[in-house]
């Protein structure tokens, strides 16, 4: 056996206090077992780590086993075929999730910072999008990325998948939807059940793919036929793995319910339902988790922001809380919602409905004339809505002076006056700090008979939506001062500003304008809003506005923070929707059991578990994003199967090295004209001023372009619209091409 190393007593365990609470029989922590690993630099067997850490008991001994065998499973070590274990970082392996691609190859996105690793066609045979996996870094492929082979799967992602099932020579094959997967999925006749050929199905696999075998599944649902109303959303919400149905447990415990707050539950609460706190959503909305108040008091305004406390009713590690966790976020589709909470809950006891008690988490706060957030604080309260009120109901009292509305609303007029009073300082404050507002169109589809798309129509944004925005927001930003200023764990919105070689492309774009950002190596937000403000009235705006968005990351949750770039904030934690995103119920726990004056290591959630929280929740938004996305996209598509050979003016929204993406006028659709459409020239991508240009007629096509298109080819399946130029972009560069001489 290894003798101790030396200094294994002189370096104590920097974990061990998180683990003594967590468990009434610690062992050392993941992170200190690989530091003294990597200190050995060598592989190491179970008796020889035991030994290093000083571990002896039978007990612990087992404990440790455990931990290495979950440590394994997750890709810290790797265990070699003596049965040693090695840290997987100093063995030249990169674990991380799979990313697929509908042509065949893939990535490895690394658990830890670092370059995506490329996985070609045949090392993604044993692999499907989503699994996580260990690689070896093998080189660099001709387009000089790193490029792996797999070592091992670590988790597998998929157990179903959905997709129409083709029964071709007595084969049965299920084409899945997601087109991240490339392989098809193998039935064998037994397991075909009454499937036909065409329908939708769901499979769950029965054997996963290898090196040598494609994977198999057995059909377990037959999802009904290929255009079936409302097939576009039972495809999405299958594909993208969205957890749809309740457990028994959760059915159990919301019978468990009352369907009124009990009084016993509202002892101990502020009591503001005399205040005349009142819900803005919109027309369709079922689930009102915010209320709003504002009076004058002096020089400051008083807002009241009360929020639905989910937190009494949903515990942790209960059955609700895991799989309020599991789903994440709920999921809006057209005219269908998977919540993340039963609607017992949702639309019922949690729901800030009028004219009934509800228990509520409230955030007070004191705003000055410019909109500045003096002081603020957080309780625990029973309040009453007064009303529940619509965007388009406010904007027409408060803007319009609708005469009716007014007089009907009239108990409520002072406060909402104030409100909006409240808001124009807040808008300026805004402005000041130099918020980026990007001005984005949502759309709505709008059904006839049949569940038909009869059009599609844009979503205007009134000024009552942008003052519960910025209510909101403030009520946001106030839960990250108070998680920072009492160092409560828990977790942030952040969004980080641009990377260095965005910012060098967005830079060389703007160049080509004549435009530039200030800011030097580091712009700020403010340096993005100036350059919006100045070029609003361009007629190439949209294309300015496209590039400045792309350039900057995703917004995700952390439970460390690094502050808003878009918003311009230095903290901000979402605290306003616990009914529909699980991070503001962290958020509602964290603030309450520091009300509650318990000691900060006592909190139900530790920062590693935090931090998985963080990534789950950006991830089951993702999730989201992408399956409405699908579902609206297969709908346009259905949309636009009778307008073929139809000829529709659009606006380029996208540019790539295979061709331009157009956005119809006043339609909101968006289909791709392919490089090879664009015909009588060859066509070349300037990714840096994201353009097309033709090598002999100077061509040129770039994003904001206004073209006229016609419909040639929809594809359903693969939810794809083609068209072809009718009447094409007159600009050109001014660089003609070099004329052939004559011989």
Known sequence: MTKKSKNTKSLPDPYAKREAVKYEHPIPSREFI????AERAMPLGMEQIAHDLGIRSERDLDALSRRLKAMERDGQLIRNRRGDYGVAAKMDLVRGRVIGHPDGYGFLVPDEAGEDVFLPAHQMRALLHGDRAVVSVTGLDRRGRREGAVVEVLERNTARVVGRFYLERGVGFVTPDNKRISQDI???ADEQGTARHGQIVMVELVAQPSARAQPVGRVVEILGEHMAPGMEIDVAIRAHNLPYLWPAEVEQEIAALAPEVPEHAKQGREDIRALPLVTIDGADARDFDDAVFCERQGKHWRLLVAIADVSSYVRPNAALDKEALTRGNSVYFPQRVIPMLPEALSNGLCSLNPHVDRLCMACEMEIDAKGRIKKHRF?????????RLTYDEVAAMLIEGDAALCANYSALMPHLRELYALYQALRAAREQRGAIDFETTETRIVFGAGRKIEKIIPVVRNDAHKLIEECMISANVCAGEFLLRHDMPGLYRIHQGP??????????FLS????SLGGGEQPEPRHYAKLLDSVRARPDAHLIQTVLLRSLAQAVYSPANSGHFGLALESYAHFTSPIRRYPDLVVHRAIRHKLAGKPVEKFA?????????GEHCSMSERRADDATRDAVTWLK???MMDKIGEAFDGIVTGVTGFGLFVELKDIYIEGLVHVTALTSDYYHFDPAQHRLTGERTRTVYRLGDKVRVKVMRVDLDNKKIDFEIEQPASRKTGKPGKKRKRR
């Open 34 to 37: 690989l530091q003294r690993l």
């Open 186 to 188: 193998i039935v064998p």
């Open 379 to 387: 309780f625990e309260g029973v309040m009453r809505s007064h009303a």
């Open 499 to 508: 990377e260095e070689q965005k910012l060098t492309d967005l830079r060389a």
């Open 512 to 515: 080509g304008l004549g435009l």
């Open 605 to 613: 959630h530790d920062p590693a578990t935090l931090h998985t929280f």
């Open 637 to 639: 598509c259905e949309y």
